[in-house]
């Protein structure tokens, strides 16, 4: 697509009237509306000034490109305003603005309308460009600068968009880079043919990767960052990082890889970039999607399910303040408000927790467009049920097996429809996708969905059924399972089992879990207090943080010392959490609250003297970890 297919006559101001920022903003988009291109004037002002907020679009050298994508415009456009004076637009070089292009991408724009407006950005690094528009004597002169640049750019070298980022194999150096801005439309192409502009300049070899509107192009393969001397990482928003473990890494803001290019590329060719250490439990470990996929999506729902389990549960939990009946109008216990409580936790958040796990495994498989079908899968999964007396249907199993259903299934309509013209482009994510796929995922989820429910109440009886010895040994087990892996996929499996059974409405899982996955950062803490000789100093500094994370149950807590010496560390974690999950079923405990660690121990049925037997189990579950981990470890010398 043409820019002059989106910067027409009636979205140009030769001339602005404006003095000020605020002045400059609102006339153009006052010259959108008026062009018909808005439909909602007032969120769009709202969409720029959030932008705004974010970082100043004042990008130096005389221009602005303030820029959003938003629901408010109808049709994606570009207006253009002049001011041959200048204006105090706060531009990252300090200097007045004289050329302002405001760009209005609507949600729906597709990769060509996205293409061509982060191309404008581009055209504006060229100074000749900057002088041919600041000299134009007419609207008609603009638009004719603007062709030129395009027919320039379209001639024999073909170097659009998709080609701004190249390789230059002049120089023994070989550096890589990624640019990425919040909205992807403007900074991040604009750094991208500065810094391939400049490494042409000093041939250098430099390889760019963006992550604009339109998607990622140009990535990074595995083969080049193995061989890069360095990585500029120029971005205002998250990127994928795992990736860079090991490597030289300079970080800084896509503002920087427009203004202070040469000196980032002197850094990067100098070795004066630090060593990037990637934190693993918290961030995506590996963009290869190949080697860990199942657990990424998995994770990726179960992640985003937990606010609606710990919040959800936590006012359930509170409901019970006033009596274990008191949200049922017949009882005496009966309390408007703990009702009220319960029916926000139980009745809404605990109802949306599978639908939001299927639909978040779906969209980490199949991006945006996979969200609603695998909400709907999940929805199926805890409605249709198809076997008496299982108001629940297949839950958390029905639930993850939908995601991964829709989220595949949407691929396999992707890709359905990857031949349509380039006139439905829009109509892909707006039509085609959601129907076909919501229509594929909802049949095969009727149809598959009674049978899960059949296995699922299964299991949740037999379980039940435990008691006794049996249903120690099955603390035992979720104990262990919570310290094996410190938050992995089978600790998560564990956690996800007791909030299972919660929904079966057998509180003791979800004690057990919680106090044994408290246990190893705890039992660790409490080893470099008793055993100091035993730990460096920086690994007893960590035991402080580990009695506050242990506290709160984060049994990520332990992985510092876990990672330090996992032959000693894991098998001492694992026989204090499985003592606690042991003792915790032996005792009887149950617990509503799914999360929160001590903060929620007050809420264990029973009264004070089962808060007591509960907390006993968990320091008894620390201090055999401590103890074990003390005489397994060896003295430091």
């Known amino acids: 697509m043409k820019i002059t297919q989106l910067l027409t006559k009636d979205t140009i101001i030769l001339d602005l009237d404006a003095q000020r920022k605020s002045e400059v903003l609102t006339e153009l988009i006052g010259q959108l509306d008026q062009a018909g291109k808005l439909i909602d004037k007032k969120k769009f002002t709202e969409d720029i000034l959030a932008r705004e907020k974010q970082s100043t679009t004042g990008i130096g050298d005389g221009i602005a490109i303030p820029h959003a994508k938003s629901s408010a415009v109808q049709v994606p456009a570009i207006a253009f305003g002049r001011s041959l004076k200048g204006i105090d637009y706060e531009s990252l070089d300090g200097q007045p603005a004289h050329l302002f292009f405001m760009i209005a991408a609507s949600e729906g724009a597709n990769n060509d309308h996205l293409d061509a407006l982060s191309r404008l950005a581009t055209f504006l690094m060229d100074a000749n460009f900057r002088n041919q528009i600041l000299e134009a004597t007419s609207i008609e002169d603009v638009l004719q600068a603007v062709s030129n640049k395009e027919n320039e750019v379209d001639g024999p070298k073909d170097e659009s968009i998709d080609k701004e980022t190249h390789r230059v194999a002049s120089s023994t150096k070989k550096i890589l880079a990624v640019t990425a801005c919040p909205t992807g439309?403007?900074?991040?192409?604009?750094?991208?043919?500065?810094?391939?502009?400049?490494?042409?300049?000093?041939?250098?070899?430099?390889?760019?990767?963006?992550?604009g509107s339109s998607g990622v192009k140009n990535r990074l393969t595995d083969t080049d960052i193995a061989e890069a001397d360095a990585i500029i990482v120029a971005a205002d928003t998250k990127v994928e990082m795992a990736r860079f473990n090991g490597k030289p890494v300079i970080q800084t803001k896509v503002g920087k890889a427009i203004h202070e290019t040469d000196n980032l590329l002197n850094r990067a060719i100098s070795d004066d970039a630090p060593i990037y250490h990637h934190e693993s439990s918290k961030e995506e470990a590996s963009s290869s999607e190949s080697k860990n996929g199942f657990y990424k999506h998995l994770m990726n729902g179960v992640s985003n399910m937990l606010p609606f389990v710990v919040g959800g549960g936590i006012l359930i939990a509170l409901s019970f303040f006033w009596g274990i009946n008191s949200s049922n109008p017949d009882s005496p216990e009966y309390n408007a408000f703990a009702a009220m409580l319960n029916t926000i936790g139980g009745g809404n958040a605990f109802f949306l927790m599978v639908p939001v796990l299927a639909g978040f495994i779906a969209s980490s498989i199949a991006d945006r467009p996979g969200f609603a079908p695998g909400m709907v899968g999940g929805l199926i999964a805890i409605t249709v049920t198809g076997v008496e007396g299982a108001s629940g249907?297949?839950?958390?199993?029905?639930?993850?097996?939908?995601?991964?259903?829709?989220?595949?299934?949407?691929?396999?309509?992707?890709?359905?429809?990857?031949?349509?013209?380039?006139?439905?482009?829009?109509?892909?994510?707006?039509?085609?996708?959601?129907?076909?796929?919501?229509?594929?995922?909802?049949?095969?989820?009727?149809?598959?969905?009674?049978?899960?429910?059949?296995?699922?109440?299964?299991?949740?009886?037999?379980?039940?059924?435990?008691?006794?010895?049996?249903?120690?040994?099955?603390?035992?087990?979720?104990?262990?399972?919570?310290?094996?892996?410190?938050?992995?996929?089978?600790?998560?499996?564990?956690?996800?089992?007791?909030?299972?059974?919660?929904?079966?409405e057998n509180f003791a899982y979800i004690a057990t879990v919680m106090g044994a996955g408290m246990v190893p950062p705890l039992g660790m803490a409490l080893a470099t207090t008793l055993f100091k000789n035993r730990f460096t100093k920086p690994e007893?500094?960590?035991?402080?943080?580990?009695?506050?994370?242990?506290?709160?149950?984060?049994?990520?807590?332990?992985?510092?010392?876990?990672?330090?010496?996992?032959?000693?560390?894991?098998?001492?974690?694992?026989?204090?959490?499985?003592?606690?999950?042991?003792?915790?079923?032996?005792?009887?405990?149950?617990?509503?609250?799914?999360?929160?660690?001590?903060f929620v121990m007050g809420l264990v049925d029973g009264g004070i003297i089962n808060v007591l037997l509960y907390a006993l189990a968990i320091v008894a579950g620390a201090f055999v970890t401590a103890l074990v981990a003390g005489l397994l470890k060896k003295k430091i010398a």
């Open 540 to 598: 007893r500094e960590a035991g402080k943080t580990a009695y506050v994370l242990g506290a709160c149950f984060i049994t990520e807590g332990v992985i510092p010392f876990a990672a330090a010496d996992p032959g000693r560390v894991i098998p001492a974690a694992v026989a204090g959490a499985a003592v606690t999950g042991g003792l915790t079923m032996l005792f009887d405990i149950a617990l509503r609250a799914p999360h929160g660690g001590v």
């Open 393 to 504: 249907g297949s839950g958390f199993l029905g639930g993850i097996i939908a995601g991964f259903l829709a989220g595949y299934v949407t691929l396999f309509v992707k890709k359905m429809f990857s031949r349509l013209p380039d006139a439905l482009e829009g109509l892909k994510p707006v039509l085609f996708f959601p129907v076909f796929s919501i229509a594929i995922t909802g049949i095969i989820m009727m149809l598959v969905n009674p049978q899960l429910t059949k296995v699922y109440t299964g299991i949740s009886s037999f379980l039940e059924g435990l008691g006794g010895t049996n249903a120690v040994l099955v603390g035992l087990l979720l104990g262990a399972m919570m310290a094996i892996d410190m938050g992995g996929p089978i600790n998560k499996a564990a956690y996800t089992f007791g909030i299972a059974m919660l929904d079966a």
């Open 185 to 211: 439309i403007a900074h991040t192409y604009m750094a991208a043919e500065k810094l391939n502009e400049r490494a042409k300049q000093f041939g250098i070899s430099l390889k760019v990767e963006t992550n």
